[in-house]
């Protein structure tokens, strides 16, 4: 079992940057790979970053160049930079875990633990 938490959400500019932290507890972080998600009100969860065991990352076409994902064994956290920020940006951020597997990390279905979500505001 892993337990996910994040924080660093909030109300930014447009243009400006956010860092999302996901703190993880529970189990061998190391064990684990991550990603992030997010929901705008009214749309379905969708994928914005992650990262597989080969290690490879992985971007949502909409964020690749702005956003960052990376982690911290030692901190047993994973991260989120967000730059660039856009107001369609704006939705609920969620990190997630899983397991080692091969399949897509840009399917919501394949993690198996998921933190609560931080909101993250970009006004106009």
């Known amino acids: 079992q892993v337990q996910l938490t994040e924080s660093g959400g909030g109300l930014v500019q447009a243009g400006g940057p956010l860092r999302l932290s996901c703190a993880a507890s529970?189990?061998?972080?190391?064990?684990?790979?991550m990603g992030w998600f997010r929901q705008a009100p009214g749309k379905e969860r969708e994928f914005v970053a992650a990262?597989?065991?080969?290690?490879?990352?992985y971007y949502a076409d909409s964020v690749r160049g702005r956003f960052i994902i990376s982690r911290d064994n030692a901190k047993n956290t994973v991260f989120l930079q967000m730059n660039s920020l856009k107001p369609e940006d704006t939705a609920v951020y969620y990190c997630?875990?899983?397991?080692?597997?091969?399949?897509?990390?840009?399917?919501?279905?394949?993690?198996?633990?998921w933190g609560q979500g931080t909101q993250v505001t970009v006004s106009s």
């Open positions: 990262e597989t065991w080969v290690p490879k990352l």
């Open positions: 529970g189990s061998t972080f190391a064990n684990y790979a």
């Open positions: 997630a875990a899983r397991s080692r597997t091969l399949a897509s990390p840009t399917i919501s279905a394949t993690y198996d633990y």
